[in-house]
């Protein structure tokens, strides 16, 4: 099968256009329709959500936008449509994204002087949209930081207080582990759940936050555009051993991880097996819902005996996709985007379909939009939150570092500090190639 008929063949199987009569990219025939791709499970509530938030453009603005919402191999498809041209008008993707897209030619540079309301971004937001160029290649839209869910109703059973130190974070694991916190007589629950899988690089992205929090990196820059390999300091190793402690030495991580995503450890924290989860706010509302309320808490990420503060920062840019025929309408969606109404709508309120997590609007009023207390310890985790750095392709980075870090926790007889070692070889390999180094 040709590219052509491939991507056309991919694209027509896909059960995730929500709205829209004709688009500006793939299957256009009305070129005034601005597409929009997001990357979000077609019948999730985020889809509708972003539909709400392109119905409101479409009313405020009269263009027209079809909203197409992918999860699995939402890079892929990308890719496809750049080999046909037929990018579609925006896309709505990761912050960590942007070396990719932007090495490829796929983006618009923006001018944020030019582009209404980006004055009331956060500072931090608009270093999530410059490429290691020292350019804008998009407008911030959703920021998050990441946070500890833990099982209150387990913590108090076994007559612990929340985690202030890693120390008291791996006994309270420990206690989980051992002392039957569900109460139903058997020895089934775990301390950590983790997705310690090497899809899409999730080892590496949940080990960032602690990481982070112990004042360690990946990579640092080292002058403009230039990057030097980090794996090997010390503090970053300390990270990588504790966890592969609770791995391997206390064993208190749920069974499997090492193979898990996120997807799988979602519900390996919603069913009980697990107590503690270090992942980010997106997925509050659905535990509140499918745990209960009064049995969760959250709390930050204990500082490491050696830095921080520190945690991983994500979210979304809204990326002006280069090739569109609609450039000023690609502008005005940015704009109404970033707006406090825009922000406003992909916030959603306490409900369970938010697409903007924490807003990067600073004149938007996040405690009088969600009323969940918890909402503001992630916001004030972010404070202290670090992206990934602007180097032209992040993502073989965190893939390389997935692996080994996966490795580590996968056999108990590897030694962190050899391993971290041999991937700051292949990170400073990878940062030449990039001519980044």
């Given at each position: ?125 608009w270093k999530a949209a410059t490429a290691s160029d020292g350019k804008t290649y998009a407008a911030p839209f959703s920021a998050q930081a990441f946070a500890l869910f833990i099982r209150k109703d387990w913590r108090e059973k076994v007559g612990m207080e929340p985690p202030e130190t890693w120390e008291d974070l791996a006994k309270l694991a420990t206690a989980f582990t051992e002392k039957d916190p569900d109460g139903n007589g058997k020895k089934d629950t775990s301390g950590f759940v983790i997705p310690a899988g090497t899809k899409r690089g999730y080892a590496s992205w949940y080990a ?230």
């Open positions: 099968m040709s590219r052509r008929l491939l991507g056309t063949a991919i694209i027509a199987s896909l059960a995730v256009t929500l709205t829209g009569c004709g688009s500006g990219g793939s299957s256009s025939e009305d070129t005034n329709t601005l597409e929009i791709w997001i990357r979000q499970p077609a019948d999730s509530d985020a889809a509708k959500t972003a539909q709400k938030l392109a119905d409101a453009f479409t009313k405020a603005s009269g263009t027209p936008t079809k909203v197409v919402a992918i999860f699995d191999d939402f890079e892929t498809k990308l890719n496809q449509q750049a080999a046909q041209k037929q990018l579609p008008d925006i896309v709505i993707n990761d912050t960590a994204q942007i070396g990719t897209m932007q090495s490829q030619g796929w983006l618009q540079e923006v001018d944020k002087a030019s582009l209404a309301g980006g004055d009331q971004v956060s500072e931090l937001a960032s936050s602690l990481i982070y929090a112990n004042g360690g990196d990946f990579i640092k820059a080292n002058g403009p555009g230039k990057f030097t390999a980090t794996m090997n300091d010390p503090k970053t190793v300390e990270a990588v051993q504790y966890l592969q402690d609770q791995f391997c030495t206390t064993k208190t991580v749920n069974p499997g991880a090492v193979s898990n995503d996120t997807t799988v450890t979602h519900e390996v924290f919603e069913k009980g097996q697990g107590g503690i989860y270090l992942t980010g706010p997106y997925v509050l509302s659905r535990f509140v819902n499918g745990i209960g309320t009064d049995k969760l808490e959250v709390v930050p990420v204990p500082k490491g005996p050696s830095g921080g503060p520190g945690t991983l920062g994500e979210g979304e840019n809204v990326y002006l996709m280069a090739g569109s025929e609609n450039q000023e309408a690609q502008k005005k969606f940015a704009e109404f985007a970033i707006s406090a109404e825009g922000q406003r709508i992909g916030m959603d309120k306490d409900n369970s379909g938010p697409i903007v997590r924490l807003p990067v609007n600073t004149q938007v009023d996040m405690a009088a939009e969600r009323q969940d207390p918890r909402w503001k310890v992630f916001q004030e985790a972010y404070e202290n939150a670090v992206y990934a750095p602007p180097v032209p392709n992040w993502a073989p980075i965190r893939q390389d570092s997935a692996d080994s870090i996966n490795a580590v926790w996968a056999d108990c007889s590897a030694d962190v500090k050899a391993k971290m070692e041999e991937l700051n070889t292949k990170l400073t390999q990878e940062l030449q190639s990039q001519q980044a180094s």
